[in-house]
């Protein structure tokens, strides 16, 4: 009997002291710390064609389209199937590739995730991130390459 | 209005049973007739006495008060039910809709009601539909001779509170049919457990109240809020009343648990049990069938807290002028109500076997101890 | 070093010797079963007739005190498909030995190693589904996560994935047919899941009542099975595997999956992680477990306390705090993606003493909230008549089964990788074991409670070790070649204790930068078989809570 009236108590305490943890979204947004990796940006600007990010990416979010002299013709982006995993921030050379700390966006299917580039600068809640802006790319996860070929090509 | 009619009937059996009602000072004080609602509502419209006034009026007061209490169950069934729920879980519950989020009560009621309403294949069909309405009707119907306090009663018969311990058991007929005519297997059992917990604490509850009709001496339910009026101790400027929750506070704690059991709460929520059988007896209702449940559910906790309150706690009294008898009584109603909850937020779910040894070995032994206890006190003293 | 543990004299069983485990004594053990001998990356390798594995296992088992069978693996090579049962030791881990067992390839059948253990049961049944080897005297050979009309064995290499799986209905089993066992008319077949509030994901149970009592209950598991194994066949060692094991324990557990495979392939490369990585590693791995079992906590309170129980949100609460560190530390919040092979992807986050100041007031913040839970759970008397003595899981049973983790430990089992088969920084610190004999729910419960506090004790420790740790010797990662390809047919099987049990992931190299096979060893697998031998002639109510307490992700069990 005292071990039920213990727990009664508890509950109660929490009842009277009035104090909640959760937040009123989207008034108060919850802060995401600055590691945070939200929606993939992708600065065509920077881009250099390299396709790392193609070849590193797990699920095949990320395709590329070159012509034969390797230039960048299509880059398209499944951000639907995105598992956030950040290795194409990691493995990109020149900070082209950031995940933003976005997490907001939303489609009435999945396939109206798939964007090409021209669709890139379009999106709503993507066009207007600059990626450096957003956040300071960290290069320091991308350490200890050691020996191996680097995968350009 | 169904249970209007039902209410009705028993109403007008009663006034021809007792003879007149004669006007009498509302608030029950004596052990006289008091005058009921639908007397006062004569007696307001200038209406003379007659069988067809008592009929009409019947109809009017049953009406009021079957629409107060389910305005009641849809505020706090429905919005109280959530903020307290989220008070004891430290989160904020619905505040989008209107002021306090109250609005929730209007757009929860129109989803209900606009979901589709399935049933399930095989049903057993009228029994299927007419579950649901006998558990709103018996717990409506307990209402009847409740004193609620500023003149609020329908009736007043001699055997009220065996009129409402009868009535509120009908609830378990809709149990089992519901589980057995929704042709699920986890509505059957949950029927099956209703109906084991139910027989099992209904036994102690009456027990129990037994032992107040012991102290009040009636089972007239104005009577024993009258029995309850005297003053236990003073204290300098605060006197106590002799409340049956200060006179017997054993017998008050047993007839709340077992009340627990009666309603189906935790720790006694077995019959719906959703971790284990999914909804038990209700799996199957949906739509508006499903409302009606949730309301049967409701109505009987407050029926019993209507009980609880008029039993142990005085009816409607309470500081103030008699007019305010009703807020007190309503009070006192809600306040129950927030124990479910409270034990919901806080006491583990008994095992079916634990919960019908604990009523029949236990609740029952003390129950009938309580009885022995008050009838030799009650003997010696008085 | 409070590590030592009495361990019980495995002196007299065959093979032990001061240095190890003496293979020679063990092949002459064999004797003339052996066909022939396999060197793995940490246990040494009998080939077996296919006709004689119980007869070898039951000898390992008996005389040589191999107690464990972590785990099965099939696997098809050119030539030939294979089975290896990896054996362990309860009483000291790193005593390994696999039992390798080659078959045809034209007609794939070996003896089934049930009789000896328990768990090969489902571990057999999953290679007969996903590889096609026939086990026989099998009690029963059906199907486990593929459904039971599947054409073709999809992890075969001749396996056509584009062959379309059309099943009429007819041939499809309908579960709501046989309304009670055979001719038992007092007996009525209710399937509890797959959606069920109760099941904790998609597990259907077929279960048979007699009133309220559970006269048998049988697990179906796969309705979550997402070809975890084949996905990180295809992907490569270096980066593209590390962020799927977060998606196998999903609870918060990431990093000590993560742990598994990262372990499991250092091993097979030959790679180094600095010590100042491994405290990192250590320290965000508990911080996981808290995570993880204050959740399975919450949920096992939904379970016994009913839906509107306010401990669930409590233990969320407290699970957020845990969660929002890790996110200031690996980015994410669930899929962390935080180890990478030779460390970890990140050094703390700047500013560091904030992030120790937060730790720590998460750390002192805790013995208060866990007291909170001691009131409103294991002390309330509602609770233990319920959860004490049901559920029961006798430590013999539990082994057999091959359960781990806090299952095991709730048996009495004293069993648990962080100390017995030492990795990461945990030999260096200071914590103890927990264990409780009740063998029932409510030992088990009590065990992750008690764990709750011993990893707060080592995540402290870390902090400590951290705060002080040299500028300049901050290494994160060791040197790591941009390709990772092991050395062709190197075979690997390593496990962790994560969240809920042992996490073994075996591996064999081909030569290519992606694994030739990639098993994973899933506690939750393990655990859940011995769900039938707890409840059966129990309450549904007690059936419940049983596998509340054993606390599946059904991500893991499926993979």
């Given at each position: 009997m005292i071990g039920i009236l213990k727990g009664m108590a508890t509950t109660m305490k929490h009842a009277l002291d009035g104090?909640?943890?959760?937040?009123e979204y989207p008034e108060t947004a919850p802060e995401v710390s600055p590691r945070f990796r939200g929606v993939h940006k992708f600065s065509q600007e920077r881009c250099?064609?390299?396709?790392q990010c193609e070849n590193v990416c797990p699920n095949d979010t990320i395709q590329i389209v070159t012509d034969d002299q390797r230039n960048g013709e299509q880059y398209n982006l499944?951000?639907?199937?995105?598992?956030?995993?950040r290795l194409c921030e990691e493995v990109c050379p020149v900070d082209a590739i950031l995940l933003t700390q976005n997490f907001e966006f939303t489609a009435?299917?999945?396939?109206?995730f798939a964007y090409n580039k021209e669709q890139l600068k379009n999106v709503p809640w993507y066009k207007d991130i600059d990626p450096l802006a957003s956040r300071e790319p960290d290069?320091?996860?991308?350490?200890?390459?050691?020996d191996g070929e680097v995968d350009y090509e | 209005m169904n249970w209007g009619l039902l209410q009705q009937a028993n109403n007008s059996t009663n006034g021809s049973g007792n003879g007149t009602n004669a006007t009498n000072a509302s608030g029950?004080?004596?052990g006289g007739e008091v005058q009921t609602l639908p007397d006062t509502l004569a007696s307001l419209l200038g209406l003379g006495d007659g069988p067809l006034v008592t009929f009409v009026m019947g109809i009017v007061a049953a009406g009021l008060v079957a629409s107060f209490l389910l305005t009641l169950v849809a505020v706090s069934g429905i919005w109280g039910k959530r903020k307290i729920t989220a008070a004891f879980t430290d989160r904020i519950a619905?505040?989008?809709?209107?002021p306090f989020g109250l609005l929730i009560i209007v757009a929860d009621a129109v989803r209900l009601l606009s979901k589709e309403l399935i049933v399930p294949d095989g049903a057993d069909r009228p029994a299927y539909d007419i579950a649901p309405i006998i558990m709103v009707s018996s717990a409506l119907l307990g209402?009847?001779?409740?004193?609620?306090?500023?003149?609020?009663?329908?009736a007043d018969p001699e055997a009220g509170l065996v009129y409402v311990f009868a009535v509120a058991s009908i609830a378990s007929v809709g149990l089992v049919t519901a589980g057995y005519a929704s042709n699920n297997k986890f509505s059957f059992l949950g029927g099956l457990r209703a109906v084991a917990q139910n027989i099992a604490y209904e036994i102690p509850l009456v027990v129990t109240a037994a032992s107040v009709v012991i102290f009040?001496?009636?089972?007239r339910m104005s009577e024993i809020v009258a029995a309850q009026s005297?003053?236990?101790?003073?204290?300098g400027p605060v006197s106590i009343p002799a409340w049956y929750a200060f006179v017997n506070p054993f017998a008050f704690v047993l007839f709340v648990a077992a009340n627990l059991a009666e309603v189906g709460?935790?720790?006694?929520?077995?019959?719906?049990a959703p971790t284990e059988?999914?909804?038990?007896?209700?799996?199957e209702y949906s739509s508006v069938y499903f409302v009606l449940c949730y309301l049967s559910e409701f109505i009987h906790i407050f029926l019993g807290g209507a009980i609880i309150a008029t039993l142990f706690?005085?009816?409607?009294?309470?500081?103030?002028?008699?007019?305010l008898g009703f807020v007190w009584f309503v009070l006192k109603m809600l306040a129950v109500y927030l124990f479910t909850q409270w034990a919901r937020s806080a006491v583990p779910r008994v095992r079916i076997d634990q919960l019908i040894e604990i009523g029949w070995k236990g609740m029952l032994v003390l129950s009938f101890a309580n009885l022995l206890l008050t009838a030799v006190i009650v003997g010696v003293a008085f | 070093m409070s590590l030592e543990k009495p361990r019980p004299?495995?002196?007299?069983?065959?093979?032990?010797t001061e240095q190890g485990l003496d293979y020679e004594a063990l092949a002459d053990l064999l004797g003339d079963l052996v066909v022939g001998r396999e060197s793995h990356i940490n246990a040494e390798g009998f080939v077996v007739r296919p006709e004689r594995v119980a007869e070898a296992l039951g000898r390992l088992k008996q005389?040589?005190?191999?107690?464990?069978?972590s785990c099965v693996t099939a696997q098809e090579y050119d030539d030939r498909f294979e089975s290896i049962y990896h054996l362990k030791k309860?009483?000291?881990?790193?005593?390994e030995v696999s039992v390798v067992v080659p078959t045809s390839r034209d007609d794939p059948r070996s003896q089934s190693g049930n009789s000896v253990f328990r768990t090969a049961d489902w571990h057999e049944r999953e290679a007969y589904d996903l590889m096609g080897i026939t086990y026989d005297e099998h009690p029963d050979l059906r199907r486990i996560?593929?459904?039971?009309?599947?054409?073709?064995?999809?992890?075969?290499?001749?396996?056509?994935?584009?062959q379309p799986q059309v099943v009429t209905f007819r041939e499809?089993?309908?579960?709501?047919?046989?309304?009670?066992?055979?001719?038992?008319?007092?007996t009525m077949f209710v399937?509890?899941?797959?959606?069920?509030?109760?099941?904790?994901?998609?597990l259907h149970l077929k279960t048979v009542l007699d009133g309220e009592t559970v006269a048998d209950v049988d697990p179906d598991i796969g309705?979550?099975?997402?070809c975890e194994e084949q996905m990180c066949q295809q992907?490569?060692?270096?980066?593209?595997?590390?962020?799927?094991?977060?998606?196998?324990?999903?609870?918060?557990a990431g990093i000590l999956n993560e742990w598994a495979y990262a372990r499991a392939a250092e091993d097979l490369a030959g790679l180094e992680v600095p010590e100042y990585a491994q405290v990192i590693r250590t320290m965000s791995a508990e911080m996981c477990r808290i995570a993880a079992h204050l959740l399975a906590l919450g949920t096992f309170a939904l379970d016994v306390y009913?839906?509107?129980?306010?401990i669930f949100m409590y233990s969320t609460r407290d699970r957020e705090v845990v969660q929002n560190l890790l996110e200031d530390l690996t980015?994410?919040?669930?899929?962390?993606?935080?180890?990478?092979?030779?460390?970890?992807?990140?050094?703390?986050?700047?500013p560091r003493e904030e992030y120790f100041e937060k730790v720590r007031d998460f750390l002192d913040d805790l013995p208060a909230k866990l007291e909170e839970y001691h009131d409103l759970v294991t002390g309330n008397e509602i609770f233990q008549l319920r959860?004490?003595?049901?559920?029961v899981l006798e430590p013999d049973v539990a082994k057999s089964y091959g359960a781990t983790g806090p299952v095991a430990r709730g048996s009495g089992?004293?069993?648990d990788l962080r100390r017995d088969d030492p990795y990461g920084y945990y030999p260096e610190l200071d914590w103890d074991v927990v264990t409780e004999d009740g063998c029932d729910n409510y030992s088990r419960v009590l065990v992750r409670m008690k764990e709750i506090e011993e990893s707060a004790k080592i995540i402290g420790q870390c902090v400590d070790l951290l705060e002080e740790w040299p500028e300049e010797e901050?290494?994160?990662?060791?040197?790591?070649?941009?390709t990772l390809k092991p050395d062709n047919d190197t075979e690997v099987y390593r496990a962790v204790e994560a969240a809920k049990g042992e996490l073994g992931i075996y591996m064999r190299s081909?030569?290519?930068?992606?694994?030739?096979r990639f098993k994973i060893r899933s506690p939750c697998f393990s655990n859940l078989q011995t769900l039938p031998e707890m409840s059966t002639g129990e309450y549904i109510p007690d059936l419940i809570a049983s596998l509340g307490s054993l606390d599946i992700v059904l991500g893991e069990v499926d993979r």
């Open positions: 104090s909640t943890f959760t937040v250099i064609w390299c396709r499944h951000i639907g199937q995105c598992i956030y995993c009435d299917t999945k396939d109206e290069r320091g996860a991308w350490i200890g390459e050691g | 029950g004080m004596g619905v505040n989008r809709h209107g209402f009847a001779v409740i004193p609620m306090g500023s003149g609020i009663q329908l009040a001496g009636s089972l005297a003053t236990l101790v003073s204290l709460r935790n720790p006694f929520d077995v019959p719906e059988i999914v909804a038990g007896w209700q799996t706690l005085g009816g409607p009294a309470g500081p103030g002028p008699e007019a | 004299s495995t002196t007299d069983h065959v093979g032990v005389q040589a005190g191999f107690d464990h069978c309860y009483a000291d881990p790193t005593q996560l593929l459904p039971e009309t599947w054409q073709g064995h999809p992890l075969r290499m001749d396996y056509d994935q584009e499809h089993a309908n579960p709501l047919k046989e309304d009670h066992r055979e001719d038992d008319a007092d399937n509890v899941g797959p959606h069920h509030p109760a099941t904790h994901g998609v309705y979550l099975h997402r992907s490569t060692y270096r980066h593209q595997i590390m962020p799927y094991p977060d998606r196998w324990d999903y609870i918060s009913g839906d509107f129980t306010a980015g994410q919040r669930l899929m962390f993606n935080y180890l990478r092979l030779g460390g970890v992807a990140w050094d703390l986050p700047e959860c004490v003595n049901t559920g089992i004293d069993y901050r290494e994160i990662q060791s040197n790591v070649p941009r081909d030569g290519t930068d992606t694994p030739a």
